[in-house]
């Protein structure tokens, strides 16, 4: 099966099926991310890491267990295993997604407050805001600035009355920064 198939079979099951304690299940939220990021003109790349950044979620990718205490680090298992097809330009932003969260919280007023439930809760697991010698580091990081636009699309892909297209929409792209298949 061709890496863009497997990804579709995933949306179209467990992700349909899949809530993260936000409004919207797992696809939704990861088709609204990709649907943010083509609507603000991003390159193709940074859309598909907004469409894939949360595969780490799925039960074949991560090591989610169903325990809300434990960081399953989603983030790191996702661009892992999204490296055997696409390039880091993809999966890097992938990995940094959280990393971009706590970042934002330290340096943009207000971005705390803006945050879900959900994503409040998982923010302590993850280690809470970055120290202001950490967010320097973060900056210096190469795919910082990807990240941090892969997590504003995130914060605001979880809108119930949000329709985005079908995975289809985004599958000739993807298949365009396939690195093997
Ligand atoms: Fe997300």
Redesign the pocket.
């Known amino acids: 099966m061709s890496p863009i198939d497997h990804l579709a079979g995933l949306f179209a099951g467990e992700g349909v099926r899949s809530y993260?304690g936000e409004d919207v299940s797992l696809a939704t939220?990861?088709l609204q991310?990709a649907m943010l990021a083509e609507r603000s003109g991003a390159p193709d790349h940074l859309a598909a890491a907004a469409l894939l950044?949360?595969v780490g979620h799925f039960a074949e990718v991560g090591r989610r267990r169903g325990d809300e205490h434990v960081d399953y680090q989603h983030e790191a298992a996702g661009a892992d295993w999204l490296a055997q097809w696409f390039p880091l330009a993809v999966t890097e932003p992938v990995r940094l997604?959280v990393m971009a969260k706590r970042y934002l919280c330290t340096v943009e007023p207000g971005y705390f407050a803006r945050l879900s439930p959900a994503s409040v809760h998982t923010l302590a697991l993850q280690g809470g805001v970055l120290t202001d010698p950490e967010a320097r580091a973060f900056e210096q990081l190469a795919h910082a600035q990807s990240a941090i636009a892969v997590r504003r699309w995130?914060e605001a892909?979880k809108d119930p009355l949000l329709a985005p297209p079908p995975f289809e929409h985004f599958a000739d792209a993807l298949r365009r920064l396939l690195t093997s298949s």
């Open positions: 993260l939220h990861m991310a950044h949360d997604h995130d892909a």
